[in-house]
C-alpha cells in the first residue's frame, strides 16, 4: 500500500529524515513510536505531501507520487492538480482536530467528498450520517464543534477522513490533545478500523495501541527507523535506547477505558 525509498527531509539546513525505506502491506496497523524531534510527524506528512520530501520515492497502492515543486519549495499549482488522488487515498487524522468550527458536523464531513470527489450533496450526506452512527455521533450532525467535548470532535475528525474512503490513514498522536478520561472514545473507533482490515500508520503514545493492536512497530530516533518488527519482539526486547524511551513514559498499563487483547478485533 506505501511504499518508501530513500526519503529524507530537511528544515533550513537541518536533517529531520534520513534514508527512510518502508514497505507497508494493505491492512496493516503500524505504529510509529519514538522520543519528541525523532521525525515521526514529519514523516506522516510527508507520506501525503503536507510536507515535501527533499530526496527519495514514494508509491501509495502502486502509483509513484510524482511532484515538482517551486522555488520556495512548495508543490506547483500543477502537482497539487495531479495528485489529487493523493488526497483521497491517504487520509489524515491531526492532533488538534481541524474542524472548521464555523461548519456543522455534517457539513465538515460532507465537504470534502462534495468539493473534491464532487459527490452529489444527498449522497454525500447519507455517507456522512452512516459515519456518524459508526463513530457515536449520530444526534450531534447538525451541532457545531465548538459544542462538542475534544473526544467527540476527533471522532468527528476520523469520520471526515473515512468519508473520502481512502485506502489508508495517517494518524498524527490523536489522543495527545485529549482529556485522559476521553482517550478511550477514540481507542475504541480505530480499535474497529483495525478489526475491519483499514491500514492505518499511527504515531502514537499509547503504548498499550502499539503493542497489543498493531501488526508492526517502528521506534524512530534523530530521524531515522532504527527498530522495526511485531511488537511482542520490539517490546521484548527492546534497543537500549527504546528501553530508556519507554522508561521515561508513564508506567505501562491497558489504555483508560479500552481493554486491547491479543486479539485486536475485541474492544469494550
Known amino acids: ?16 529524515l534520513r534514508d527512510i525505506n518502508l514497505d507497508i502491506q494493505e491492512g496493516q496497523v503500524v505504529s510509529i513510536i519514538g522520543p519528541s524531534g525523532a521525525g515521526k510527524s514529519t514523516l506522516l506528512r510527508c507520506i501525503n505531501l503536507l510536507e515535501v520530501p527533499s530526496e527519495g520515492e514514494m508509491a501509495v497502492d502502486g502509483k509513484p507520487v510524482h511532484y515538482k515543486t517551486n522555488a ?6 500543477l502537482s497539487h492538480i495531479r495528485l489529487s488522488w493523493l488526497r483521497t487515498d491517504v487520509g489524515m487524522v491531526f492532533q488538534q482536530f481541524h474542524l472548521w ?16 470527489q464532487k459527490v452529489p450533496k ?18 450531534k450532525m447538525n451541532e457545531y464543534p465548538t459544542s462538542l467535548s475534544g473526544g467527540q470532535q476527533q471522532r468527528v475528525a476520523i469520520a471526515r477522513a473515512l468519508a473520502m474512503q481512502p485506502k489508508v490513514i495517517l494518524f498524527d498522536e490523536p489522543t495527545s490533545a485529549l482529556d485522559p478520561e476521553l482517550v478511550h472514545e477514540v481507542l475504541e473507533i480505530m480499535v474497529q478500523l483495525a478489526g475491519e482490515g483499514m ?16 501488526d508492526r512497530v517502528l521506534f524512530m530516533e534523530e530521524g531515522r527507523i532504527t527498530r522495526d518488527g511485531r511488537p511482542d519482539e520490539l517490546f521484548g526486547q527492546p534497543s537500549p535506547r527504546m528501553a530508556q524511551f519507554l522508561r521515561s513514559l508513564n508506567p505501562i498499563t491497558e489504555p483508560r477505558g479500552v481493554s486491547v487483547h491479543e486479539n485486536r478485533y475485541q474492544s469494550v
Open 122 to 139: 444527498l449522497v454525500a450526506e447519507a455517507r456522512a450520517r452512516g459515519l456518524l452512527e459508526k463513530v457515536g455521533l449520530a444526534d
Open 199 to 214: 491500514t492505518m500508520v499511527v504515531v502514537t503514545h499509547e503504548m498499550n495501541f502499539a503493542r497489543n493492536v498493531s
Open 1 to 16: 500500500m506505501i511504499r518508501i525509498r530513500g526519503l529524507g527531509k530537511q528544515f533550513k539546513g537541518r536533517q529531520v
Open 72 to 77: 520556495k519549495g512548495k508543490l506547483t499549482i
Open 101 to 116: 468550527p464555523d461548519k456543522t458536523v455534517l457539513d465538515n464531513i460532507t465537504e470534502g467528498p462534495r468539493i473534491v
